[in-house]
């Protein structure tokens, strides 16, 4: 009996064994089968494609476009359509914190983004004073002076440009500090045939030149022709000229000069700042009804308490983008009204203030976008109803620290009081100085060195 069940296991399982032997070999079969189907269609796909990569081409940068682009010609029609469509909206780059630290590293960062795929290539210096050339009043031909090109910016006898959808009064207001700061670390050196340095001089001209170009007709520029203010008196911790490299410091007065030759109204601050001026001109221009739009061109954060609904608007011209009060509501998370006791309270690290300690700029802008103002945030952290973290403890800072809140809000708060002109009319662009000639001379003539300073790759376009 025992010989006999053993049989019939014995059978059964090889039985069992054959059939998961067979269901192997199926599957094995059926796998090979759609290995080589899957490498038919590969071949067929990569044989269809390969003349399509071959027509992808990589453009260098164009004489009117300062930004790198790829140009993938024909691949897909829609695609193309597309990207066209996505490049007329304006995208503001996240915040970046070494940004805020001062204007220097500000403009290093800007120049300092990786270059994809080597795309750069060594601009020559011809090609990088073209449009100053165009702009010069000293034009020689064969060794003797000749007249300015008929229709130039600079023919008195041309129309004003305009630009279509530019109201005739909107009034264009720079800061030149954060310009020359930006250029400086933006474009290689060069030298006058003094050995004095003013790439940056030049390129905020080239700037400047180019939105009269566009249409801007009433334009004034603030600068800082000395760093310090009154508010190194408040605060001693304050920003100060100490760090600023010479060959930078050097050219605040030669743009100054050079803004003035060329009949730019130009505003060099001493004991007020660059950004005060700014404000000021900002309410005067905006107090006059004929003005459709007054447009601060900087992206510092302290004139955005400058921006008045539509009216007045901060514009960054390095991206290209323009805030009004609603940008600035979702920028900040408070209206402009409330943007100095924000920096009070998180600090401004560029201009040398701390804030109070655990003031984040989440929990300030959800404190004062319910009470607006230092004053009016209650001393009972339980009454202020709003989503803060640790409100116990910022309600406790606040109480500590409220004097030096005050005063940091005071360092914040622009002056906007300082007489800078009697009218509007007095911004208006007309031309050039005769001074202006000599100099665009010396600027034309400047040698430019082979690389930014810092910057691995052979050049950086202007802005």
């Known amino acids: 009996m025992r010989e006999r069940a053993f049989e019939q296991d014995a059978a059964l399982a090889l039985r069992h064994g054959a059939q998961v032997a067979a269901a192997d070999r199926d599957r094995v079969e059926r796998h090979e089968r759609r290995r080589r189907r899957l490498c038919q269609l590969g071949d067929a796909r990569g044989g269809r494609m390969k003349p399509h990569l071959e027509r992808v081409e990589i ?7 300062h930004d790198l ?8 029609q829609p695609g193309q359509k597309g990207l ?13 914190p070494t940004l805020d630290e001062d204007l220097g590293s500000a403009a290093k960062d800007d120049r300092a983004k990786p270059v994809p795929f080597g795309l750069v290539q060594k601009r020559p210096r011809g090609e990088l004073l073209c449009e100053l050339r165009e702009h010069r009043l000293d034009r020689r031909r064969d060794g003797k002076d000749c007249a300015c090109r008929r229709g130039s910016i600079f023919d008195a006898a041309a129309p004003a440009a305009t630009l279509t959808g530019v109201s005739a009064l909107d009034v264009y207001l720079i800061d030149g500090t954060y310009e020359l700061f ?14 004095r340095e003013v790439a940056a001089v030049r390129g905020v001209l080239l700037s400047v030149l180019s939105m009269i170009n566009g249409g801007a007709q009433y334009v004034g520029v603030a600068t ?42 130009t505003w060099p601050m001493v004991e007020f700042e660059a950004d005060d001026a700014l404000a000021a001109a900002a309410a005067a221009a905006a107090r006059d009804p004929r003005v459709d739009r007054v447009i601060i061109c900087t992206p510092d954060k302290d004139l955005a308490q400058c921006v008045r609904g539509t009216r007045i608007v901060q514009m960054d011209r390095r991206t290209r983008t323009i805030r009004d009060e609603a940008g ?91 007489p800078l002109f009697d009218s509007v009319d007095d911004l208006r662009w007309t031309g050039p100085r005769p001074a202006f000639a000599p100099l665009a001379a010396r600027l034309d003539a400047a040698v430019s060195e082979t690389n930014p300073r810092g910057l691995q790759v052979s050049s950086t376009p202007p802005s």
């Open 59 to 65: 453009e260098p940068v164009g004489r009117g476009d």
């Open 69 to 76: 682009a790829v140009h993938h010609t024909a691949v897909r």
């Open 84 to 96: 066209m469509e996505l490049r007329k909206v304006a995208i503001e780059r996240p915040e970046v």
């Open 182 to 195: 930006r250029h400086y670390y933006a474009l290689p050196p060069a030298r006058d045939p003094n050995g």
């Open 224 to 265: 800082d022709h000395v760093i310090e203010s009154f508010r190194n008196q408040l605060w001693p911790g304050y920003k100060t000229g100490a760090g600023i490299e010479p060959d930078l410091l050097a050219q605040f007065p030669l743009l100054e000069e050079t803004l003035s030759a060329l009949g730019i109204v």
């Open 328 to 418: 600035i509501v979702a920028k900040f998370g408070v209206p402009p009204a409330s943007i100095p006791d924000y920096l009070a309270l998180v600090g401004d690290a560029a201009d040398g203030y701390p804030g109070l300690p655990g003031w984040g700029a989440k929990s300030t802008a959800a404190v004062l976008a319910r009470y607006g103002h230092l004053e009016s945030i209650p001393a009972d952290w339980r009454a202020w109803g709003v989503d803060a973290a640790n409100p116990g403890a910022l309600a406790h800072t606040l109480a500590r620290e409220r004097d030096r809140a005050f005063l940091f809000r005071d360092l914040a708060t622009l002056r906007s009081d300082i």
